[in-house]
């Protein structure tokens, strides 16, 4: 009855607890986890890590729509987070954003209708110094400018 | 002078134990473990001056030592590594390039302490980090610098990484405590005091990244050589992170207290030409901005707040006459908007109305009374909020509005930038 | 003690308080929207924030500890502005609709921007529109939402369930279940009483009625034996809805769903309008004189042919203890007879357990017992269930350190709340009580205390736990030892321990020997009667029981020595026994096990009489006459809690049409027979029962050994346990009359675990007969993890199952459980 997606998040969670004084510790992680399994934060996601951790799933939502990068909706095979925030912005992130819409279609929040990127604006992601920056998936980028952008994007399909 | 804090990172395998090893790495831990009690390295943190670099510069010493007497075990050591202030990226090269620095100073600092257990709080922005991070903790469990039995001296000490999601709220070490044991990051009432009840209700040490990168150099050159480097005040080496309208913007490790002039002008290489400075945020979005008159402000816990700012996390913002300052303040207020845990009022509704004021402010849509009315929202704000993150945000209005309200003006009367 | 100064005054105050609990001690108003008593302080509103000398923030008031010589300022102008600017926030948002609103006339962010608002907000951009969530009693407007959050406070840590939670961050922040559908929870409504606006509104109640036309009327609540204090509104003599108020009851505020939303069972359709007669085989309506006329003349004759003993009466716990005085003192002096029981099959089996082992006539249970405990052991019991207010208790005792250890082949809200919960077979709590003493005296505990040294029968009681080991016990209870013997540990560590158990009518998972299980425990360990908390079951079934409804004590528990009258086992279930019976506020086709025999011998009976508020199944059946009572609320009387105590029950609203106080109806039988027993009025019975003096025995102690059984083994044929007993929102006769709660659950159902579902094939919502040795019934299957493999879950009491057919009139010492067979 089991199936390998609820199997993946209950050995989560039991590797994990013993990490932690209470086992509400590893919702965070979990989520981590879930969204790997699920590609977003699923009621499945929520109910599996609910049923393993004995939290309430009003507990575990309330906690995944806290933090800004859960994805707590589906979205595309690759994940743009560009950063807008004052240095990156004032380094030319708005023209970057504009092109990705021209180019894509792409809106703040949204998905490519093929799929393929989902884009989602970030706060200051710890790389002023080389601003504009994104991350795209896990892999960062800096010194972004309107060639070298689509250049790293041709690289996710 | 001599990096510490960024030693030997243009060596690319400095992560790797054994090129840290190679520099003199662990050999303070060995020092401090084998030579000194606990209490003597509590008693140095606290002569040699130190205060923490996440931004409220708390005396380290003295955190430690109320954490040292609270009666109740177990303790938990907990490094803030959730840099989430904008402009800053200090603790990236440490967590990215030195990890084994940070996991030496949070071992010394659990021996002092007496914590058996700790946790690295990263922020979910930082992925290769906890990469880098996961694979040194491996590094120094197998060389015997974490685990049950540390050096052999029958003293234990576990750590692991946690990884955040995304919240600014969580740099706050209360909300960072609420994160780590699962839930939404929303600040904690204080009283009590993580250091008495913190992480699951026991004394809990939270300290920034470069709070405890500094512990080794403390114990290696000793507490009196350590408060001579840098403002007598609040010694110690500093990494500012630079960033904006200048040259070379980057990391730098300088002493507390060196100018913000020297800063922008000779480490950096000063700004683009042709271009005239037209403001200066010294230590990260949620400290209040200079003008260009304040150049010659030495970069410290004691000055800057002199001259109406805050040291903060060191993070220098630096604008030049290209910049649209109320355009600027327009996105500084969406972050604070949406980074506000929603906790209390003041915040969570203040900093939504203040946005949209600037945000009409910005494309023409404002009157003069509505800067009347982002004054009165921001004063109203300002000590009213559950924790600083609505007062910072407040703060920096009015410090706006006070040093540039001609240019705010401009924006109202010809609905464009001057 | 340290001394503080506020607004000027010097006052000594505990250091361990708030200065806002301080300043409404001492009737300072500081408005707070976000603070409650019962849970920890949150400080987010920013209202209740005040003026303390030497800070140059404003502190707020509700998270901030007195110090010595603090000097406090509740109402200066930095203080005033500071509420101004926050209510001028909280309004941002609020749609300002409060003519359409339930709570406006009662709500705090009315009054207080009537008392600082401003006429005019300076915020000029659009509100935000969120959508609503619903559920069958509580609605959510998350636009009226000022974002307290003290309903997830209370709905987590008061009441240990986390139903819902603020979802999204900062300005986006709203109340919502987990994925905003209808709220999935059990309905409590504690969330609508914390709400301070309009977000959270009582479905039934909505639009009923503005807060200025309802009139306030304190009542104690019908449904459990805790006895909390329920506030009325009441417009124009009708009751239109119901709430806790803080500070008032035994409960303080807290109400449980059936005390919120139960109370319409006063109007169901189904209520008796005027006494009934049978003629011709049906029912028609009559009179009082007539059918008091025919009373008169049948029981007499059957007095005089039959004699006294030939008739009978059932007494009802949820009747006033008033009413059962009466009815009792009817039978006694009128008739003559001591032919008086209640339902057996629940409480009894703690009073008799009570008086075989500690020498006690009675044992009141304590509602504050869990709180100054370290250890808690709750043996198939779903207290929150039964007892919900009291369940609170364990729950605020583990939210303040105590562990707590549940047995219960249920999940239930104790044991996701628990340290430690084992999932033992169904009805093996006694054997796992066995298996605890069996640890006890091998670790010598026994001898620790000169009580348990020398309490009778130890001797026995050694003898007979040597067939308890941990390994035996295990094996009956089919749990891992290692785990039983952490749990034995636990438990015996502790130093302030607790027991409880609860024994209804509708659970048949404990029996006699489980209460006497339980006593021995006690004793064995020195801790005595109060460690162990078996609470009464309805709201008076306490007071029932001291006001003699049983055959062998009169009121005050004085024990009939010379000739006892019948038990419900020999009236209702051996022909012959009786000719007559008297039924109060009982419906025994509905709730009385062992359907059929109950039915062969009830149609065999002369005459019936059934008194009650509606016409329940067994008077539509059997009766030949039917009186109607008045109904709760309609009538002033005395209610007995679990905990022994008295509380007065108001007379709310008029009876409907020709109902009587049940007391009234025996005053004037027994005039109508010639017989008048005084007490013309209730002053003057309530003097009477003043007077009645209490015999509750002296305590000595006795082991009563009793080994574990199995009243009815699983076999190939009926291979599944089945366990009874009430589920939150239904517990019997009146609940199953409201229409509130009959929304939530009306039909019977049957739970089974998934694996078990799977190897019966049966689906979810399937239609089955459970089957029985004794009989078979239908009902709906519900597939849940909550109940363990080899066992189902019949909640009773709900209408048209036929559930009890299954079960077995029993009165020995095992749990009652049956074993049965379940077919599509």
């Known amino acids: 009855m089991e199936n390998n997606n609820v199997k993946t998040i209950r050995d989560f969670i039991e590797r994990e607890k013993k990490s932690y004084a209470s086992i509400e510790s590893t919702v965070i992680p979990a989520l981590h986890e879930a969204e790997g399994v699920y590609g977003w934060i699923s009621p499945e996601a929520i109910e599996d890590i609910s049923n393993y951790t004995g939290v309430s799933k009003a507990k575990i939502k309330g906690t995944a729509t806290f933090y800004a990068m859960y994805k707590n909706k589906p979205m595309g095979r690759h994940l743009i987070q560009l950063c807008t925030n004052v240095v990156c912005m004032v380094m030319g992130s708005e023209s970057l954003l504009s092109l990705l819409n021209e180019r894509y279609e792409l809106e703040p929040g949204g998905m490519t209708s093929d799929g393929r990127f989902s884009l989602v604006i970030m706060e200051c992601i710890g790389a002023c110094g080389t601003a504009p920056a994104m991350l795209v998936d896990a892999d960062y980028y800096d010194n972004l400018n309107e060639k070298n952008i689509f250049e790293i994007l041709d690289k996710y399909q | 002078m001599k990096k510490v804090l960024l030693k030997n990172i243009e060596n690319p395998d400095s992560a790797l134990l054994t090129e840290y090893m190679r520099v003199g790495g662990y050999k303070n831990l060995k020092s401090a473990v084998k030579e000194m009690t606990p209490r003597d390295i509590i008693d140095d943190v606290k002569e040699s001056g130190l205060r923490g670099r996440g931004g409220a510069g708390f005396p380290t010493g003295m955190k430690w030592q109320f954490a040292s007497m609270d009666p109740k075990f177990p303790k938990y050591l907990v490094c803030n590594a959730d840099e989430g202030e904008p402009g800053t990226f200090k603790d990236r090269p440490i967590l990215e390039k030195n990890p084994h620095l940070l996991i030496e100073g949070m071992v010394i600092a659990a021996y002092a302490l007496q914590c058996s257990r700790g946790y690295i709080y990263l922020r979910g922005e930082y992925p290769q980090a906890k990469v880098i991070l996961e694979s040194a903790i491996d590094e120094a469990y197998k060389k015997g610098f974490l685990g049950d039995d540390i050096l052999k001296r029958h003293f234990k000490f576990n750590l692991s990484v946690y990884q955040g999601a995304g919240a600014y709220i969580c740099g706050e070490e209360t909300a960072l405590i609420e994160s780590l044991e699962g839930r939404r990051g929303q600040p904690r009432i204080k009283p009590p005091f993580p250091v008495n009840a913190g992480l699951w209700g026991r004394p809990t040490i939270v300290n920034n990244v470069e709070t405890f990168a500094n512990i080794p150099l403390i114990i290696e050159i000793g507490p009196k050589s350590y408060a001579a480097i840098g403002n007598t005040a609040c010694p110690g080496p500093k990494l500012f992170s630079v960033s904006g309208c200048v040259k070379r913007p980057g990391v730098y490790e300088l002493p507390m207290g060196t100018t913000l002039k020297e800063i922008v002008y000779e480490h950096c290489g000063g700004l683009v030409d042709g271009r005239t400075l037209k403001g200066i945020i010294p230590g990260g979005l949620s400290t209040p901005i200079l003008t260009p008159d304040k150049i010659d402000c030495a970069m410290d816990f004691v000055n800057l707040p002199k001259a109406g700012s805050q040291l903060g996390s060191g993070a220098v913002m630096v604008f030049d006459d290209s910049v649209c300052l109320v355009k600027v303040y327009e996105r500084a207020m969406k972050f604070f908007e949406h980074e506000s845990c929603g906790k209390c009022t003041p915040c969570r509704e203040g900093t939504g109305w203040m946005r949209n004021i600037l945000g009409r402010i910005e494309c023409g849509r404002a009157t003069a009374e509505d800067v009347d009315t982002l004054i009165d929202v921001a004063n109203n704000i300002s000590g009213a909020t559950f924790c600083p993150l609505g007062d910072g945000a407040a703060g920096v209005v009015l410090a706006f509005v006070n040093n540039y309200r001609d240019e705010i003006d401009y924006h109202i009367k010809y609905k464009k930038c001057c | 003690m340290i001394t503080i100064t506020i607004d000027g005054k010097k006052v000594e105050v505990e250091k361990d308080t708030t200065l806002l609990q301080i300043a409404l001690a001492k009737d300072i108003d500081i408005p707070h929207l976000c603070w409650d008593d019962r849970i920890r302080p949150f400080g987010g509103c920013r209202l209740c924030v005040v003026e303390v000398e030497g800070y140059d923030r404003l502190l707020s008031a509700c998270s901030t500890p007195p110090e010595n010589g603090m000097v406090i300022y509740t109402n200066s102008e930095a203080v005033i502005n500071a509420r101004k600017a ?588 010639h017989h008048p027993i005084g007490m013309d009025d209730l002053s003057a019975l309530k003097e009477k029962i003043h007077q009645i003096k209490l015999h509750i025995g002296d305590e000595k102690w006795n082991y009563v050994p009793v080994p574990y059984e199995e009243m009815d083994p699983p076999d190939d044929d009926y291979p599944l346990l089945m366990v009874s007993g009430n589920i939150m929102q239904h517990s019997g006769a009146f609940s199953v009359m409201s229409k509130s709660l009959s929304h939530v659950f009306a039909d019977s159902f049957v739970q089974i675990n998934e694996y078990d579902a799977e190897f019966f094939g049966l689906k979810d919502g399937d239609i089955v007969t459970i089957e029985s040795k004794r009989g078979q019934a239908k009902t709906k299957v519900r597939i849940s993890d909550e109940v363990s493999r080899g066992m189902v879950f019949v909640p009773l009491h709900l209408k048209d199952s036929r559930m009890s057919e299954l079960y077995v009139a029993y009165e020995g010492f095992a749990a009652p459980i049956i074993a049965v067979k379940i077919r599509k």
């Open chain 3, 86 to 673: 926050v209510l001028d926030m909280l309004l941002i948002h609020h749609p300002l609709d409060c003519p359409v609103c339930d709570k406006a006339g009662n709500c705090k962010l009315q009054d207080l921007a009537y008392k600082y608002g401003s006429t005019e907000s300076a915020f000029k951009e659009e509100k935000k529109h969120a959508v609503s969530a619903e559920s069958p009693f509580i609605e959510l407007n998350p636009n009226r939402c000022i974002l307290c959050g003290k309903c997830v406070r209370v709905c987590w840590e008061h009441q240990g369930v986390g139903a819902i939670n603020l979802i999204d961050k900062g300005f986006n922040t709203k109340i919502s279940p987990a994925f905003q559908e209808v709220l999935d929870c059990e309905f409590c409504g504690q969330c609508v009483d914390a709400c301070p606006v309009g977000a959270l509104g009582s479905k039934p109640f909505k639009y009923m009625s503005l807060a200025w036309f309802l009139e306030e009327r304190d009542n104690i609540c019908p449904y459990c034996s805790v006895g909390c204090t329920i506030t009325l509104n009441v417009r124009e003599r009708r009751i239109i809805s119901a709430k806790g108020v803080k500070n008032k009851g035994v409960n303080n505020g807290d109400l449980c769903g059936r005390g919120r939303y139960g109370v319409d069972f006063v109007y169901a359709a189904n209520r008796l309008t005027t006494p009934l007669i049978r003629e011709n085989g049906m029912l028609r309506q009559s009179t009082w004189d007539e059918v008091m006329q025919y009373l008169s003349i049948h029981l007499r004759k059957i007095i005089k042919t039959k004699g006294p003993d030939s008739i009978g009466a059932i007494g009802s716990p949820r009747c006033t203890i008033e009413d059962n005085y009466m009815l009792q003192k009817f039978m006694r002096s009128v008739i003559g007879t001591n032919n008086i029981d209640s339902d057996r099959f629940g409480y009894a089996k703690i009073q008799q357990a009570v008086e075989m082992t500690f020498g006690l006539h009675t044992l009141p249970i304590s509602l504050n017992s869990p709180l100054d405990k370290d250890v808690l052991l709750v043996l198939e019991s779903d207290i929150t269930s039964t007892h919900p207010i009291w369940g609170l208790k364990f729950i605020e005792a583990v939210q303040k350190g105590a562990k707590l250890i549940v047995m219960d082949p249920r999940e239930t809200k104790l044991s996701k709340r628990s340290s430690k919960w084992l999932r033992i077979k169904p009805g093996t709590s006694q054997a796992i009580l066995n298996g605890i003493m069996k640890a006890a005296i091998d670790k010598g505990l026994h001898l620790k205390n000169k009580r348990s040294r020398e309490a009778g029968n130890l001797d026995a009681l050694i003898q007979l736990l040597k067939a308890y080991t941990i390994q035996q016990v295990s094996d009956i209870a089919e749990i891992c030892s290692r785990e039983f013997t952490e749990v034995i540990d636990m438990f015996l560590k502790g130093e302030r321990r607790l027991t409880a158990i609860t024994i209804g009518p509708a659970e048949n998972n404990k029996g006699l020997g489980t209460a006497l299980a339980a006593s021995n425990m006690v004793m064995l360990l020195g801790d005595g009667p109060q460690a162990l908390q078996m609470p009464a079951t309805y709201s008076n079934t306490y007071g029932m029981w001291q006001m003699g409804i049983t055959p062998d004590y009169l009121p005050g528990y004085e024990k009939i020595t010379d000739k006892p009258g019948k038990n419900i086992f020999k009236m209702l279930y051996e022909k012959g026994q009786i000719s007559a019976l008297f039924i109060i506020g009982e419906d025994p086709l509905i709730t009385y096990p062992d359907l059929n025999k109950l039915e062969e011998v009830l149609g065999s009976l002369d005459l019936i009489i059934a008194q009650d508020i509606r016409l329940t199944k067994t008077a539509e059946k059997f009766a030949h006459i039917v009186l109607p009572a008045a109904s709760w609320a309609e009538k002033e009387g005395t209610f007995i809690n679990a905990a022994g105590i008295r509380q007065k029950v108001n007379k709310i609203v008029e009876p409907a049409t020709d109902a009587t106080p049940d007391w009234k109806i025996f005053r004037n039988l027994s005039r109508a027979m």
